[in-house]
């Protein structure tokens, strides 16, 4: 799964990259984003009459943890924060996004916990933080869905969930799946909204080769949601014996 991540590029930089206009005024780089906290994505919009805006890819902000169309309240939004890649188009909570409302998720890295064993006691190990990031210093775009919920107040909530996949050789070590990463030539075909056929986007998401991340321990300090510090990326070294053998 994908359940924190860190965005620490900057508006130009996410407009070059992803060829997309900019809905929001700038961006704080964050270190620790968790569930239903709002993050950059690009998503395919309309033309926004209010904001003069053209259609296209759009860069916006949205919350984490998807809330369906057809949902009674808001509530289940922090269950949805992944989505499986394999039970995409036979779930009706996923069915509609897939054909209609793909996005990318930029993101510059993202955490993972690996297993110190069985812990007993309170004074045991926990488990230990990881950080995968992209070994050539760019951004990873992750294959996303997003929806739109009306509030009871008339007002708009946009969300969006990270799809997953089965993991690389690397990640299989730390936990069973990883979010899917969409190859740079593919992502025009996954924004396209010309294309409403699950079959034409669905063998899009591959497990992304280990060799184009790069996986090291970082601080247990990045468990605590609600907490930011540029420093949670940073190695920890040396790691405890034994604990990071892949």
């Not at 359940?3 to 620790?32: C, H, K, M, Q, S």
């Amino acid at each position: 799964m994908c359940g924190r991540y860190a965005i620490t590029e900057t508006i130009d930089e996410l407009i070059d990259r992803f060829n997309a206009e900019a809905a929001v005024d700038e961006l704080i780089p964050r270190y620790n984003v968790a569930p239903t906290e709002s993050a950059p994505i690009v998503i395919n919009a309309k033309r926004d009459k209010k904001t003069g805006l053209s259609p296209g890819r759009r860069l916006e902000m949205v919350r984490w943890g998807l809330v369906p169309s057809w949902s009674k309240d808001a509530k289940g939004g922090a269950r949805l924060i992944n989505a499986r890649g394999e039970e995409l188009a036979d779930k009706s909570t996923f069915r509609t996004p897939l054909a209609s409302r793909r996005c990318i998720v930029p993101i510059s890295g993202f955490y993972e916990w690996k297993d110190a064993g069985e812990r007993r006691k309170k004074t045991d190990p926990p488990r230990q933080p990881m950080f995968a990031h992209p070994v050539d210093g760019h951004v990873f775009a992750l294959a996303g869905l997003w929806d739109i919920w009306r509030q009871p107040d008339g007002e708009s909530l946009k969300t969006y969930t990270i799809i997953t996949v089965p993991p690389n050789d690397v990640l299989a070590e730390i936990h069973d799946r990883m979010p899917a990463i969409l190859r740079p030539e593919d992502e025009a075909l996954w924004m396209d909204p010309a294309v409403t056929d699950p079959a034409q986007v669905l063998p899009l998401l591959r497990t992304a080769p280990a060799d184009w991340m790069d996986i090291y321990p970082v601080s247990p300090k990045v468990n605590t949601a609600g907490v930011d510090d540029p420093a949670f990326i940073d190695r920890v070294d040396p790691a405890p014996a034994g604990l990071f053998d892949m």
